[in-house]
């Protein structure tokens, strides 16, 4: 039954039981032209609301597995953990908590206590298209204060994976997001071209939000919690985390909700750059208008958007998956611009090199429209010279180390409409315990279209670190990059390299199966043109390991995702890599790896690493047809 805008009409409501001053509960519902049907959830009001003209922030809950939005497993909603409970915190606070409902059914009113349409997708509902719909209902029939300031999410179990994906996804519509116990990943976003989503290499789309992590030391899913905080803590400004002494659970209700109404108090201003990736083919971002033609599972990646340009691709997987340059793009600009006026644009091709000016005019609200494809892109609005950082690549080594000196060469661009003059480089960091060679470098005079790398040594005290975040600053402009980091391997000689051959492995954790892995001609070595996977021994069978390096000569843009759901029950899945050696390289090349595999030992999996070596082989010529 529809319940009508407005409260005017609200049958269900509930006031909780107790001494003093008590929230009260609405469960309500609303067409959604998103959903295309009715949903419902549920409200959590202030002892005050129904007698007072204030206006309210907002915390949206988002439920875990096996619940609805009027049902909690731990009744979190009002009377479990001891009174520390969503109701309690309202009771006291001046605040409105909104409970949407993930209820996905299959088929019709079919009994499904897989919620929000994730890990797997299995229906067209798009929970998190919905959301902005939900906030304007919400907006439109309760007293709030509509607007980001003042808008926090939280979620417990997969609900937490929904709150932090949706306040990735609308960091304009929140400024502040928690998460319970998160699950780590799962596939997600359109029908048929869903993609994987792992909170680890999404930090990025946080930029303007604070963020905490409550996790527990006894929960099942605490190995993945740990992994990514090890990322958060030292990639993420706002970000904080808080473990209890606790199982799958929310603990610590009220100083999560506590976390939200501080940043009410104190929001972050709107981020004069941003950064975003998404997995869906059309989207909108801080104003930002970006289309597509995708129709496979990907991200769309936007890099230091600002007035003065952006940084853009469409990768399969991030952080470094193959780039997907068939993809056409169109990206129109917030309204940043004068109405009408002109602009001298320069789109470079990085991988090619390639430069392409134009003047391009504002249109009548002041956006500027920039049409591309997926390919890796630097987009510069400006007559003057513009500088970009636009990658680096490690030397001496095929990949960073933590506790130890890392040798980089930090690329630069003029992607701007005119000669730079030369300038002084400031190299600095957020983290803790970095030391560079150098504190200042000079960046000597670019022309448009030109590039610079410059070589700088950083070493991380730590040697467990797994991110080191590293800022170039020239002028005002602070240009952010991130260094993934390992730690210190000792080198093995007892892998096997799998090229097109049938193996005996590890699958699904503790799974022994017989599989091809990769496309060759099977003789156990990596030729020209092979797709390969490097297998290390564990007991009497093998792990397929993922793979690290910078080696010319690799293609290591393909990564396998190995399930581990019906052993740790998280949604989780350990990754594997299927390179491929480039045709172009020359048999006898010595080819260095990091190898990485997970050993399963829940609910805490054990990490390996190990560095391998070996040589491009001499691929076979087949006598017969004389191919190779």
């Known amino acids: 039954m529809r319940v009508c805008a407005g409260l005017l009409a609200l049958l269900a409501a509930a006031a909780i039981p107790g001494a003093g001053a008590t929230a009260v509960i609405h469960d309500l519902s609303h067409f959604s032209q998103v959903m295309g049907e009715t949903r419902s959830y549920r409200v959590f009001l202030p002892p005050t609301y129904a007698t007072s003209q204030k206006r309210y922030p907002v915390i949206y809950w988002y439920h875990g597995y096996g619940e609805r939005f009027n049902d909690s497993t731990t009744h979190y909603d009002d009377t479990g953990y001891g009174g520390d409970t969503i109701a309690a915190f309202v009771a006291t606070h001046d605040v409105i908590v909104v409970k949407p409902d993930g209820y996905n059914p299959v088929t019709p009113g079919a009994s499904n206590p897989h919620p929000y349409n994730i890990g797997p997708v299995e229906t067209n509902r798009q929970f998190a298209l919905y959301f902005p719909e939900l906030v304007s209902q919400i907006d439109k029939t309760l007293r709030t204060i509509p607007d980001r300031n003042h808008r926090g999410i939280t979620g417990f179990s997969m609900g937490g994976f929904m709150s932090l994906w949706i306040a990735g996804k609308y960091p304009d519509l929140v400024s502040s997001a928690s998460a319970f116990v998160p699950s780590p990943e799962f596939f997600v976003g359109p029908l048929g071209f869903d993609v994987e989503y792992c909170h680890d290499d999404l930090y990025g789309n946080y930029d303007g939000v604070r963020t905490r992590l409550v996790t527990g030391s006894r929960d099942f899913i605490h190995y993945y919690h740990l992994r990514m905080e090890s990322i958060w803590d030292f990639a993420r400004p706002h970000f904080e985390w808080e473990n209890f002494d606790s199982d799958h659970a929310t603990p610590g209700i ?90 001298v644009v320069t789109y470079l091709r990085v991988r090619a090199g390639k430069l392409r000016r134009v003047t391009q005019k504002a249109d009548a609200q002041g956006r500027l429209s920039f049409d591309l494809d997926g390919d890796d892109y630097e987009v510069g609005v400006s007559a003057g010279p513009l500088i970009a950082m636009s990658g680096y690549q490690v030397e001496g080594a095929a990949w960073a180390t933590a506790g130890q000196p890392d040798k980089l060469r930090v690329t630069f661009w003029n992607k701007g409409g005119a000669r730079s003059p030369a300038y002084a480089v400031r190299w600095e960091s957020p983290n803790p315990g970095v030391k560079f060679n150098v504190t200042t470098s000079r960046l000597f005079g670019l022309a448009p279209g030109e590039s610079l790398a410059l070589p700088l040594t950083v070493t991380v005290s730590d040697p467990q670190r797994a991110i080191v975040q590293i800022a170039a600053v020239q002028g005002e402009n602070r240009m952010v990059f991130d260094v993934p980091l390992f730690p210190a391997a000792q080198p093995v000689k007892d892998f096997q390299i799998a090229d097109g051959r049938t193996v005996n492995l590890y699958q699904n954790a503790v799974k022994r199966v017989d599989m091809v892995l990769g496309e060759g001609n099977g003789d156990g070595h990596a030729a020209p043109g092979e797709t390969f996977a490097v297998l290390l021994p564990d007991a009497s069978s093998l792990r397929a390991a993922e793979l690290f390096t910078n080696d010319a000569c690799v293609d290591n843009t393909t990564r396998v995702s190995d399930s581990w759901h019906d052993y740790d029950h998280t949604g989780a899945s350990v990754k594997y890599s299927l390179p491929v050696i480039r045709p172009e390289c020359q048999p006898g090349h010595v080819v260095h790896m990091l190898a990485r595999i997970v050993l399963p030992n829940a609910p805490m999996h054990h990490v390996s690493y190990a560095t391998i070596e070996f040589p491009v082989w001499w691929r076979a010529t087949d006598a017969a047809t004389g191919t190779k």
């Not at 108090?265 to 998404?278: Q, T």
């Not at 104003?287 to 007035?307: I, M, Q, Y």
């Not at 003065?308 to 470094?320: D, I, N, Q």
Request: hydrophobic share 40%; no cysteine; aromatic share 14%.
């Open 254 to 343: 009220a100083k999560t909700f506590a976390f939200h109404m501080q940043a009410f108090a104190h929001p972050l201003p709107k981020p004069a750059v941003f950064n975003h990736a998404d997995v869906y083919p059309n989207f909108t971002v801080w104003g930002w208008d970006v289309a597509s033609d995708r129709r496979e599972p990907g991200f769309t990646v936007l890099e230091d958007v600002s007035k003065t340009g952006f940084h853009s691709m469409v990768r399969e997987w991030l952080p470094a998956g193959g780039l997907l340059p068939q993809v056409k793009l169109s990206i129109d600009s917030a309204p940043l611009y004068a109405p009408r006026s002109s602009h």
